[in-house]
């Protein structure tokens, strides 16, 4: 079997073969710290997350690096606003970020370049394309000059009839656009600003425009080609169309083998945005914030219900949809979490993992990192594990033999692992209860059925729930029972 991608620069799946052999470099466009992270952003990097955990799993060395984009106009605005500095804000976070972002298990990045910490290699760029004849300055500004590269638009498909200026949000309203030689150039270089942060350059003191920064970053920290370039559907125009420009034209190669896109959030059919109302960031999520839902929502459930859709299809956000994800992996988690010293198994912890479940595995995301189809295979593992764990526990019967169980416990575990889910401690550590206070209860309870005294046999049956045991009535008229 070999994996596949669907590659957005030539818009179909292509088998992935890296530059070097067992070897991947990736790069994904991280966030711009002015804010707490929202479901948009938990999505994107659930995504990546689990590409990069999938890559690994199929033996490859992966080096994975995400910016952080430390000096923009939304950051200097809400320093502003605050009466604050823009380190300051970019400080408070990017500690938000990783709060946010660990506790929802994504793994750290390699590295995490930051716009700021590349100052002089944005300006090696700039001067080469102005060398090159593909950059003008205009009066302290720099400005990429499109018509010059004749593959712009290669990656969105778009023409030049179709460009806006100042799609993305990035461009200043107020900005002059006269200083332009033309409408669809874009900026490699800001000149200074009263009152904001500004580094000397060759054209004068300013900063550096926002496409030129993931170029210069790329270059420095992974090289002039890497494999795997991800991020947002939203970015791919301008940004990553911007990014090509700048990049390949200096190095007459390609800045990425491999471009891939996830899919938006949308709120109950609508965009996900602040002026409609329906914007959730993670924490909202995790604390128990968000309106719809009142309540903490363990980050297992956010990372299934992101992963039940396909990472490049748009992905709905609904209440109905978070409980769904709740009952899902609370499936996965009960078999996770089994208690295999009730069962006094036999055979050893096997090394081998299942090879039937592991095939149909990879064959789902080795098609384009197929999740929704891969966690059908978790949901077949789990659902078998817990009722032959109920059999053995409860009927003293068993339909597979202990090598075949702990077999496919120990494949549900790894293959979970692929996908970052995994049960907290508190969950696979299961809490020790008063035996005696159990067995006076079910007594009562035995009592109250002798009794016909019905509500008083599930008040009983109700307050050992609520404490995590699980009463199992026999046909013998004996109750067993059980931690849950």
Same mark, same amino acid.
């Given at each position: 079997?070999?994996?596949?991608v669907?590659n957005?620069?030539t818009?179909?799946?292509?088998p992935?073969?890296?530059i070097?052999?067992?070897n991947?470099?990736?790069?994904?466009c991280?966030?711009?710290?002015?804010?707490?992270c929202?479901?948009?952003?938990?999505?994107?990097?659930?995504?990546?997350?689990?590409?990069r955990?999938?890559?690994?799993?199929?033996?490859y060395q992966?080096?994975y690096?995400?910016n952080f984009?430390?000096i923009?106009?939304k950051i200097?605005?809400r320093?502003k606003a605050?009466?604050s500095s823009?380190q300051?804000?970019v400080?408070?976070?990017i500690?938000?970020?990783?709060?946010d972002?660990r506790?929802?298990n994504i793994l750290d990045a390699?590295?995490?370049?930051r716009?700021?910490e590349?100052?002089?290699?944005?300006h090696q760029?700039?001067?080469?394309l102005?060398?090159?004849?593909?950059?003008?300055a205009?009066?302290g500004?720099?400005?990429?000059?499109v018509r010059?590269?004749?593959?712009?638009?290669?990656l969105?498909?778009r023409q030049?009839?179709?460009?806006q200026?100042?799609?993305g949000?990035?461009v200043?309203?107020?900005?002059p656009e006269?200083k332009?030689?033309?409408?669809?150039d874009?900026?490699l270089?800001?000149s200074?600003?009263?009152g904001e942060?500004?580094?000397?350059s060759?054209?004068g003191?300013?900063?550096p425009?926002w496409?030129?920064?993931c170029?210069?970053?790329?270059?420095?920290?992974l090289?002039?080609t890497?494999?795997?370039?991800?991020?947002?559907?939203?970015?791919v125009?301008p940004?990553?169309?911007?990014e090509i420009?700048?990049?390949e034209v200096?190095t007459?190669?390609?800045?990425?083998n491999?471009?891939?896109?996830?899919g938006?959030?949308?709120v109950n059919g609508?965009?996900?945005?602040?002026?409609?109302g329906n914007f959730?960031?993670?924490?909202?999520?995790l604390?128990g914030n968000?309106?719809?839902?009142?309540?903490?929502?363990?980050?297992m459930?956010?990372?299934?219900? @992101?992963?039940q859709?396909?990472?490049r299809?748009p992905? =709905? /956000?609904?209440? +109905?949809?978070?409980a %769904?994800?709740?009952?899902g992996?609370q499936?996965?988690?009960?078999s996770?979490a089994?208690d295999l010293?009730?069962?006094?198994?036999s055979s050893p912890i096997?090394s081998?993992?299942?090879a039937?479940? @592991?095939?149909?595995f990879q064959?789902?995301?080795?098609d =384009? /990192?197929?999740? +929704?189809a891969?966690l %059908?295979?978790?949901?077949?593992?789990?659902?078998a594990l817990?009722?032959?764990f109920n059999?053995?526990c409860y009927?003293?019967?068993?339909?597979c033999s202990d090598l075949?169980?702990?077999?496919?416990?120990?494949?549900?575990t790894?293959?979970a692992?692929?996908f970052?889910l995994e049960a907290s401690?508190?969950?696979v550590?299961?809490?020790?209860f008063?035996a005696?206070w159990?067995?006076?209860?079910?007594q009562?309870?035995?009592?109250?059925?002798q009794e016909?005294?019905?509500a008083?046999?599930?008040?009983?049956?109700?307050?050992l729930q609520?404490?995590g045991?699980?009463?199992?009535d026999?046909?013998?008229g004996q109750?067993?029972?059980?931690?849950?």
């Amino acid at each position: 079997m070999s994996l596949t991608v669907y590659n957005t620069l030539t818009r179909h799946k292509e088998p992935f073969t890296p530059i070097s052999p067992g070897n991947v470099t990736m790069y994904c466009c991280g966030v711009t710290v002015h804010d707490d992270c929202h479901l948009g952003h938990a999505r994107s990097c659930i995504g990546w997350d689990v590409v990069r955990r999938y890559l690994q799993w199929r033996g490859y060395q992966v080096r994975y690096v995400q910016n952080f984009t430390d000096i923009d106009d939304k950051i200097l605005n809400r320093a502003k606003a605050e009466g604050s500095s823009m380190q300051a804000i970019v400080d408070r976070y990017i500690a938000a970020y990783f709060n946010d972002i660990r506790q929802l298990n994504i793994l750290d990045a390699d590295e995490y370049p930051r716009v700021t910490e590349h100052i002089p290699a944005i300006h090696q760029l700039i001067q080469a394309l102005e060398e090159k004849g593909y950059a003008y300055a205009i009066n302290g500004d720099v400005y990429y000059s499109v018509r010059q590269f004749a593959d712009y638009g290669k990656l969105s498909g778009r023409q030049l009839e179709q460009m806006q200026a100042g799609a993305g949000g990035r461009v200043d309203p107020a900005e002059p656009e006269r200083k332009k030689q033309d409408p669809v150039d874009f900026v490699l270089w800001k000149s200074a600003k009263l009152g904001e942060p500004a580094w000397e350059s060759p054209w004068g003191q300013g900063r550096p425009g926002w496409h030129i920064e993931c170029s210069a970053m790329i270059r420095a920290r992974l090289g002039e080609t890497i494999d795997i370039h991800g991020g947002g559907g939203d970015l791919v125009f301008p940004h990553h169309e911007n990014e090509i420009a700048q990049s390949e034209v200096l190095t007459g190669k390609p800045l990425a083998n491999y471009w891939l896109h996830n899919g938006m959030v949308t709120v109950n059919g609508e965009k996900m945005s602040k002026s409609l109302g329906n914007f959730t960031t993670i924490r909202a999520l995790l604390d128990g914030n968000w309106s719809e839902y009142p309540q903490p929502i363990d980050p297992m459930v956010i990372r299934l219900f @992101v992963l039940q859709a396909h990472y490049r299809k748009p992905l =709905d /956000f609904a209440k +109905a949809a978070i409980a %769904a994800a709740e009952n899902g992996w609370q499936t996965l988690k009960d078999s996770l979490a089994l208690d295999l010293q009730q069962l006094n198994l036999s055979s050893p912890i096997p090394s081998e993992l299942d090879a039937e479940s @592991v095939n149909r595995f990879q064959t789902a995301m080795d098609d =384009d /990192f197929n999740t +929704a189809a891969g966690l %059908a295979v978790l949901f077949e593992l789990a659902k078998a594990l817990k009722r032959e764990f109920n059999l053995r526990c409860y009927q003293a019967e068993k339909e597979c033999s202990d090598l075949q169980f702990q077999t496919s416990l120990q494949t549900l575990t790894r293959l979970a692992q692929v996908f970052g889910l995994e049960a907290s401690r508190e969950t696979v550590s299961a809490p020790e209860f008063d035996a005696i206070w159990i067995e006076s209860l079910l007594q009562q309870r035995q009592q109250a059925r002798q009794e016909k005294c019905y509500a008083e046999s599930d008040r009983i049956r109700n307050e050992l729930q609520a404490v995590g045991i699980t009463l199992i009535d026999q046909p013998n008229g004996q109750t067993r029972w059980h931690r849950h």
